[in-house]
Nanobody, 121 residues
Framework: QVQLVESGGGLVQPGGSLRLSCAAS????????MGWFRQAPGKERDFVAA???????NYADPVKGRFTISRDNSKNTAYLQMNSVKPEDTAVYYC???????????????WGQGTQVTVSS
């Protein structure tokens, strides 16, 4: 089992930037993909971005060109750099890990507790 701890959330103004971090521990040898999902109040949990151990990345259309996912395998940490944020980016952001490079949440067996991101002036 993998334990994940997110950090870096908070309040940011529209057009601003924020960087989220996700530190993994435990059975890290089983990690291939590290992904970010988000869930706004009253909505389903949506895929945001994923990065494979190889460095291959994938993004949801609403964040393409604004968010960048990366990982430092030596630190077992993934990052989500959020630029040009919009009010619609407001959500709880969750880090997840899994063996497959997928967009569906069911492919990720391990999840963090989430970090709140609020975009507001």
């Amino acid at each position: 089992q993998v334990q994940l701890v997110e950090s870096g959330g908070g309040l940011v103004q529209p057009g601003g930037s924020l960087r989220l971090s996700c530190a993994a521990s435990g059975s890290i040898f089983s990690i291939n993909t590290m992904g970010w999902f988000r869930q706004a109040p009253g909505k389903e949990r949506d895929f945001v971005a994923a990065v494979a151990r190889s460095g291959r990345t994938n993004y949801a259309d609403p964040v393409k060109g604004r968010f960048t996912i990366s990982r430092d395998n030596s630190k077992n940490t993934a990052y989500l750099q959020m630029n040009s944020v919009k009010p619609e980016d407001t959500a709880v952001y969750y880090c997840a890990t899994g063996p497959l490079f997928r967009e569906n949440a069911a492919s990720y067996p391990d999840w963090g507790q989430g970090t709140q991101v609020t975009v507001s002036s």
